[in-house]
């Protein structure tokens, strides 16, 4: 992805980026360093990027597929969400579910795992035996958390 850097005076500490034209503009603060515009930079090609790949998965189509395979409710919606510390949420109370699309990337196991996992709190809100119970429907279970384990995924 080519990028273009527009510095600016009037910009005190947001950062912009959008695509114009196949270009991602990002919009910095003429004040950074070289440093912290690659940085700025980094990170925004990155969101750019998975928001790319998210455009390949079609999530309602696969909750629904997972939901009947494994037997479990079919979520009310399901987006992909821009979710730093989760790999995804769920509100029972209204069905919604959110996947961090950080997932987007990954091996269709482990985004099909956290599927699964938000669904079954439709059934079960916390992660006790009952939910537990629901979980090991998916049988790429213990594959997929030792994946998300190796991403930097902390069990509580």
């Known amino acids: 992805?080519?990028?273009?850097?527009?510095?600016?005076a009037k910009r005190r500490k947001t950062i912009e980026a959008r695509l114009v034209d196949g270009v991602l503009r990002v919009?910095?603060?003429?004040?950074?360093?070289?440093?912290?515009?690659?940085v700025a930079v980094a990170k925004m090609r990155k969101r750019f990027e998975r928001a790319e790949e998210t455009k390949r998965i079609d999530l309602l189509a696969r909750a629904i597929r997972l939901a009947e395979?494994?037997?479990?409710?079919v979520p009310a919606s399901i987006c992909w969400a821009e979710q730093q510390t989760l790999w995804g949420t769920?509100?029972?109370?209204?069905?919604?579910?959110?996947?961090?699309?950080?997932?987007?990337?990954?091996?269709?196991?482990?985004l099909d795992y956290v599927i699964v996992h938000e669904l079954c709190h439709l059934l079960e809100l916390h992660h006790n035996a009952?939910?537990?119970?629901?979980?090991?429907?998916?049988?790429?279970?213990?594959?997929?958390?030792?994946?998300l384990i190796a991403q930097g995924w902390q069990f509580t």
């Open 69 to 73: 395979q494994h037997a479990l409710p």
């Open 130 to 147: 009952a939910f537990h119970d629901l979980e090991a429907r998916y049988p790429k279970k213990e594959r997929a958390i030792g994946f």
């Open 27 to 38: 919009q910095l603060p003429g004040w950074m360093s070289a440093n912290e515009e690659a």
């Open 1 to 8: 992805m080519d990028v273009e850097v527009v510095r600016s």
């Open 90 to 110: 769920c509100q029972p109370s209204s069905g919604a579910i959110r996947i961090s699309s950080r997932l987007a990337g990954w091996p269709d196991w482990v």
